[in-house]
């Protein structure tokens, strides 16, 4: 059965601190995997990632790919309160179908 | 719109109701996707339409549920008989069909059933 997990489910930080999000998955005619955060109820798209060991960045926000491994990383470094949230992880395979991992729930504390 | 629109955002009804749940997607986006979302849980998906055609309706969990998008653009999905376990998030999502697999996801309809 294809399927995304992600880790750790919670994570509590102070504000400046660097975070680490993993996703690993299981899933046959992998595409690509996508990374969203979701701050109320609509997620928002962050990154989308088809070749390994190639980093993608935005601002304070990085994620690398490793096929070999079937697993990805999402880092965020000087952590605001405005980056609490939850991430979503998601791989997407056939025909634009996207299974989601269970989410990382992030609280960043001033 | 400027963004994938959905209507009700709350919805609460009685076990054995019927429900229609409507999505607007962003305009000229051919794709159209509806998840749901299970609390402390990721969005499951439901299915996929390109065009008018449901192009993959695997994940509907029975034929209580149906969904429709007649003129490729509006989606309506419609659950029959509800049950408590239909309670969810319903997240409606488009893309422009490109196999991107970017998505631009609604604010979703929250639905209780007691």
């Known amino acids: 059965e294809d399927k995304v997990v992600q880790s750790p489910l919670s994570l509590v930080v102070h504000e400046g601190d660097t975070v680490t999000l993993n996703c690993s998955y299981e899933v046959t005619n992998f595409r690509s995997l996508l990374w969203y955060k979701q701050e109320k109820k609509a997620p928002t798209f962050l990154f989308m990632l088809?070749?390994?060991?190639i980093e993608k960045k935005s601002g304070r926000l990085s994620s690398i790919l490793d096929k070999k491994e079937l697993s990805s990383i999402l880092n965020i470094t000087a952590t605001q309160t405005g980056d609490s949230a939850i991430y979503l992880c998601a791989v997407e395979w056939g025909a634009q179908k996207l299974v989601f991992g269970q989410g990382t729930r992030l609280t960043i504390n001033p | 719109g400027a963004g994938v629109s959905q209507t009700p955002s709350n919805k609460v009804t009685e076990k054995g109701k019927y429900v229609e749940l409507r999505c607007d997607p962003i305009?000229?986006?051919?794709?159209l996707y509806w998840y749901r979302q299970s609390l402390g849980q990721g969005p499951e998906f439901l299915i996929y339409?390109?065009?008018?055609?449901?192009?993959?309706d695997s994940g509907l969990p029975n034929d209580r549920f149906f969904a429709v998008r007649p003129e490729g653009s509006v989606s309506t999905l419609k659950i029959q008989r509800t049950e408590r376990g239909d309670s969810a998030v319903y997240l409606c999502?488009?893309?422009?069909?490109?196999?991107?697999?970017?998505?631009?996801f609604g604010e979703g309809s929250r639905l209780t059933v007691l």
């Open positions: 339409f390109q065009g008018t055609g449901a192009a993959d």
């Open positions: 305009s000229g986006h051919t794709a």
């Open positions: 088809t070749s390994s060991g």
């Open positions: 999502a488009s893309s422009l069909g490109s196999g991107t697999g970017e998505l631009f």
